[in-house]
């Protein structure tokens, strides 16, 4: 874990000591500075998560000091340690832009349990942010993935009676059928969604989840019936820790049966992407699964 | 054209493609470039050869030598031996089972030598993709005929004169159908080719697209003739790339040569023909539910009337035949229908295509005369039964069809006599099923299939399906009871009678005839607890015979579980509360020292 | 006007009407839950069959959806088709059981005991909600989703619907009672697919109307 340090600006010889030991044996790092400007100072040569500031220090009082912090990094989060434990100078302080105060004297528990909080936001914010990002990432994404739809749309002439080929080629693209994508589908053809959804689970073509990197299909005609495909399956089943129509956890694999491939000489018969693997026995499964 | 000395016939249908065929083309390609050959010979690739048990093969012209189970590195070695040298390679040559003498020639081997090929007669012999290989074996011809010399009612009487029914199914005769569609009184109209083929273990239709696109182009434009159809539809499944890729071909490249598109052949006659990629669901291959799909809808079937053929596509009249019933119509406009009607039984005329599949020798697509015994289909093209086991039946017309026992192989293969049987044509798959196929299962296991491909629409097919079902598991666990034969019967009734599509209608037939012919299985699993093809895993154990175990190690290995331990050398042991019954064990034991037991339960 | 024979009774009726409004214009019971005057017929509940026979050819046909042709001969009530519609009526209750018009229907046409394995389900997919919203209301705001037993009535991804007005016809026209309207004061919400709306009284006639 990355070292979580923190700031200790106080003119007070015995709090600033006291706040570094409870911290260091917490196994923070910690800065002490016994004036604003020094703390100032400090703050400008190394990067703080966090730091803890006198309301009142000789020559600039506390709550400039957070202003001045605030401006070399604008993440750090400030407390406020006050001796007028009133709530006027903690909501001043507070809407200068302290995160939280603590008011002296305190103990080591009351130190620690307000830098836990402060840490708490500081990750929150981090989230928030990777949110943020996350979520500007998939609307960017969106908006191809709809123009790359509405390339597919024009190309069938926003015909109705194309719905079919027009999924199909949508699941070519993007593995599946989005539920977002279905929406736009009816939306831009003037189609009820009711009769997309109808079609998009109704064909055995479709799936409406994301499948696996590999697509693993099993065939369970009649022939390979005969010949032992439920055997296979149910090997792959085992092998794969996963059920027939799932996908494994790391969507690596996807397994389904598939009624006839029409390749009936070669029973028993699996397909993995495109590549057929025929007369097995379920001795050679763990094999042929190793090479992908 | 240029003129080699030998032609190699590579089969690129899917069965050898997935055997990388075009691996073996590419190798002999370079081979022959590599041994200074190219001039002389010329590689080829073809459609589905049938025999897809051997794949890849090669048929090698003018020898008519019939090469299998070709590997790609064998080939730098055979191009040497017999194109440089002359000397055919015996050691990629066909050896029938139980046999040691190699037979070289393809029309001396018996799975070939039985068949008669009207539909498939390109199969082989061209490059699917070369309109001009199709043209060079009169390809087109019935065609202009048709356009040229012909009238509308003329064409469908050649059809109505010839007999010909329609080979999806139902075998509803062509030409009264054409004539339906052709009287109704509308402008515009549709056709449709339906090449949904959704029966599991069926792939004729597959194969005929791949083999000869433009004979199916040929009939259909034909038909539009026929009927009036400006405008026509092939349905193909989205899980057939290759033939998707070849009809897609054909198309351009016939209305390149002026015989699709507007004014085909300069007779004023147009036909636009679009290829429809299908979602996946069985249940399309009905007529009103294909035609929704078509619309961009969802396949449930309609009630009929009205018929397609007054209000189908968009409204309007629609003919739709299957595959191989479009690739029977130029034959019969350019050698006429009498000579198709020559062909085949009284009710059934012509040749049917069938996909032989499951527990038989020489599994691939073989095309025969109407009225061919099925003895003749299994044993004499087929090779017989897979490992020499017992052949206990026959399963034809997929999902909708039933199983033909031991006692009726005999039986002549045309529409009536398989119908009496009650099993039905179908598109026509045959699954040949040995005594290690258990009957119940096999009921179970169409049932389950129609159970998932059910559109779900009306209750009787959707609830009369899960209720099957319901009860052959119970009867497969070993908790069957007497009253359960009574309920499937029951069941039956009700799904045949009051279904809304034919899908449900015919769904109880597997289980009809397995019931009829098999009842003894039945009754042994629901009284005796006993499976006795040992499939039903609740109803075996696996125990290892002692004196026939050498100690090989192999089951242990293969056991997923660790249930078989052992030192080497020494007979193994099973621990049954481990076991899982998944039968890995079974599969590689090389001594039949692993035996499935029934187990009887007091 | 045509005629046409029903249980052995000739008589004569309008072309236009269907097997079954030709036989209940005769005042002759026929069960039925997919079929609803104001709707298309979908033929899918398959209790209303019956017996026809046309030039000489006898089959079992769902009422509601065959077009009547002169002499038709209808049968209702063979053992046949009586047997039949037991045995349907048997798997919709194991589907449903304690479903009030399916107990009616039991009751009239003896089915006493039901020898399948009971489910829970409310709904026996007549329909006849999704062709009222798609061909009265206009807004397709429910539809079936899925296939063969699976097969559902709901909106889109199971999720409340952006265009159902709450116009509560799905409700009405339930037989089988699953669709229900909840009112408390403002808030409509239409279960079964967790769609909430806020509506206001209209201080004319008094109905509530979406806001």
């Known amino acids: 874990m990355e070292e979580i340090k923190i700031l200790v600006i106080d003119d007070e010889r015995g709090i600033r000591e006291g706040c570094r030991r409870i911290l260091e044996s917490e196994n923070y790092q910690v800065a002490v500075a016994e004036t604003g400007e020094k703390g100032i100072e400090v703050a400008q040569t190394d990067k703080f998560a966090m730091a803890l500031i006198d309301l009142k ?236 | 054209m240029k003129q080699y000395r030998t032609h190699c016939l590579v089969c690129t249908g899917t069965g050898c493609v997935s055997n990388h065929a075009f691996d073996i083309k590419t190798a002999l390609e370079s081979e022959i470039i590599k041994q200074g050959l190219k001039d002389e010979v010329t590689v080829i690739a073809t459609g589905c050869n049938g025999f897809c048990e051997r794949g890849p093969v090669m048929v090698v012209q003018p020898e008519n030598i019939f090469y299998q189970e070709l590997k790609e590195k064998d080939i730098p070695f055979l191009v040497e031996e017999h194109f440089l040298k002359g000397r055919p390679v015996e050691k990629m040559m066909y050896v029938p089972p139980k046999e040691e003498a190699v037979i070289p020639k393809m029309s001396d081997i018996e799975f070939f030598k039985h068949q008669l090929l009207v539909v498939l007669r390109n199969r082989g012999r061209i490059d699917p993709e070369k309109i001009d290989e199709y043209i060079g074996y009169d390809g087109y011809r019935a065609l202009g005929k048709a356009l040229t010399e012909m009238k509308p009612e003329q064409i469908i009487e050649e059809v109505k004169t010839a007999g010909l029914r329609g080979r999806g199914g139902a075998g509803f005769p062509t030409g009264i159908k054409w004539g339906f569609c052709e009287q109704a009184e509308e402008d515009t109209k549709y056709l449709i080719c339906n090449a949904d083929e959704g029966d599991p273990g069926a792939f004729m239709d597959r194969s005929i697209l791949e083999a000869d696109p433009h004979a199916v182009l040929e009939g259909m434009v034909i038909g539009a003739k026929a009927i009036g159809a400006q405008e026509g539809f092939i349905y193909v499944r989205d899980e057939y790339p290759l033939a998707l890729r070849r009809i897609n071909i054909a198309i351009e490249q016939a209305t390149e040569y002026g015989l699709l598109g507007e004014n085909i052949l300069g007779s004023g006659f147009n036909f636009k023909l679009n290829v429809v990629r299908g979602g996946g669901a069985f249940v399309c291959g009905e007529e009103t539910a294909l035609i929704a799909s078509i619309e961009g809808e969802v396949g449930r079937p309609k009630p009929r009337p009205p018929y397609p053929a007054q209000k189908g596509l968009w409204g309007k009249p629609t003919n739709n035949n299957n595959v191989e019933t479009w690739a029977n119509v130029p034959q019969i406009i350019l050698r006429g229908g009498g000579w198709f009607a020559s062909l085949g039984t009284k009710e059934s005329k012509g040749t ?54 031991e006692s009726l192989i005999d039986l002549p293969v045309d529409f009536e006599k398989l119908t009496e049987a009650g099993a039905i044509m179908g598109s026509g798959g045959l699954i040949v099923m040995d005594e290690d196929t258990c009957m119940v299962d096999v009921a179970k296991y169409f049932v389950e299939f129609l159970e998932e491909e059910s559109c779900g629409k009306c209750n009787p097919c959707r609830e009369g399906l899960k209720r099957l ?25 009700l799904m045949k009678e009051a279904s809304l599509c034919a899908l449900g209608a015919t769904a109880p037939n597997p289980v009809l005839t397995t019931l009829k012919y098999f009842r003894e299985e039945y009754e042994e699993h629901i009284f005796q607890r006993r499976c006795r093809a040992k499939v039903c895993k609740d109803l075996i154990m696996y125990r290892i015979i002692a004196e026939k175990c050498t100690g090989c190690q192999r089951c242990v290995k293969a056991c997923p579980t660790e249930a078989i331990t052992g030192p080497r050398s020494q007979p193994h042991n099973l621990e049954e509360s481990k076991c899982i019954k998944c039968g890995a064990c079974y599969e590689v034991c090389k001594f039949d020292a692993i035996a499935g037991d029934a187990i009887y339960i007091e | ?105 039991a009751a009239q046409m003896g089915v006493k005991k039901v020898r399948f394995a009971q489910e829970d389900d409310d709904c026996f997919l007549c329909g006849q909600c999704v062709r009222a919203c798609s061909e009265i209301v206009g807004v397709s705001a429910i539809g079936f989703s899925d296939r063969g037993v699976n097969n559902k009535i709901g909106a889109p991804f199971l999720k409340a619907s952006n265009v159902c007005i709450s116009c509560g016809t799905c409700t009405t026209i339930c037989p089988a009672g699953t669709f229900h309207l909840e009112r408390v004061d403002n808030l409509v919400s239409l279960h079964r697919y967790s769609n909430e709306y806020h509506q206001e009284k209209c201080r004319v006639c008094g109905d509530h109307f979406v806001v």
């Open chain 1, 57 to 292: 220090l000789p020559g600039m009082d506390g709550l400039a000091v957070i202003n001045e912090l605030r401006k070399i990094d604008s993440e750090i989060v400030p407390i406020i340690i006050t001796g007028y434990g009133t709530v006027e100078t903690a909501v001043e302080a507070m809407k200068a832009g302290a995160f939280d105060f603590v008011a002296k004297p305190f103990t080591p528990n009351e130190i620690i349990n307000v830098v836990d909080k402060g840490l708490i936001q500081i990750k929150e914010r981090q989230e928030g942010l990777e949110l943020k990002q996350e979520k500007r990432e998939r609307a960017v994404d969106e908006l191809n993935s709809l123009s790359i739809v509405d390339e597919i749309l024009a190309r069938y002439n926003y015909n109705a009676a194309s719905l079919i080929a027009i999924l199909q080629d949508i699941q070519k693209q993007f593995n599946y059928l989005p539920q977002n994508l279905l929406r736009h589908v009816a939306l831009t053809m003037n189609i009820p969604l009711t009769r997309v959804y109808s079609i998009s689970t109704f064909y055995s073509a479709f799936s409406l989840k994301p499948r696996g990197e590999h697509l693993i299909d099993v065939c369970l005609g009649t022939a390979c019936h005969v010949r032992g495909g439920m055997n296979i399956m149910e090997r792959l089943e085992r092998e794969l820790g996963i059920k027939n129509g799932e996908t494994t956890y790391d969507e690596k694999f996807s397994l389904k049966s598939v009624r006839c491939v029409g390749c009936c000489g070669l029973a028993p018969v699996v397909v993995i992407d495109d590549e057929f693997h025929g007369k097995l026995v379920q001795d050679k499964v763990p094999k042929i699964l190793a090479k992908y």
């Open chain 2, 352 to 405: 049917k295509v069938f996909s032989l599949v499951g527990k038989v020798n020489n599994t691939g697509l073989v095309e025969v005369p109407m009225g061919t015994t099925l003895r003749t289909i299994v044993f004499d093209i087929g090779g017989g039964v897979l490992k020499g086991k017992k052949f206990k039946a026959v399963q034809s017309g997929g999902p909708s069809g039933g199983c033909v026992p």
């Open chain 2, 469 to 493: 079902k319901e009860v052959l598991t119970l009867i497969t666990q070993g908790k069957g009871e007497a009253k359960h034969l009574e309920m499937l019967d029951d069941i039956a009734l």
């Open chain 3, 1 to 105: 006007m045509i005629p046409i024979t029903i249980n052995d009774k000739q008589t004569k009726v309008p072309e236009d009407l269907s097997v079954l409004e030709a036989v209940r214009e005769q005042g002759i019971y026929i069960p039925t839950l997919c079929y609803h005057e104001a709707l298309e017929p979908a033929g899918s509940c398959r209790l209303c069959i019956v017996e026809v026979e046309e030039r000489g050819r006898v089959r079992t046909a769902a009422s509601c959806v065959t077009p009547l042709t002169p002499n038709m001969i209808i049968r209702t009530d063979t053992e046949k088709i009586l047997k039949i519609r037991r045995i349907l009526l048997e798997l919709l209750m194991a589907r449903c059981p304690g479903l009030k018009v399916l107990e009616q229907m």
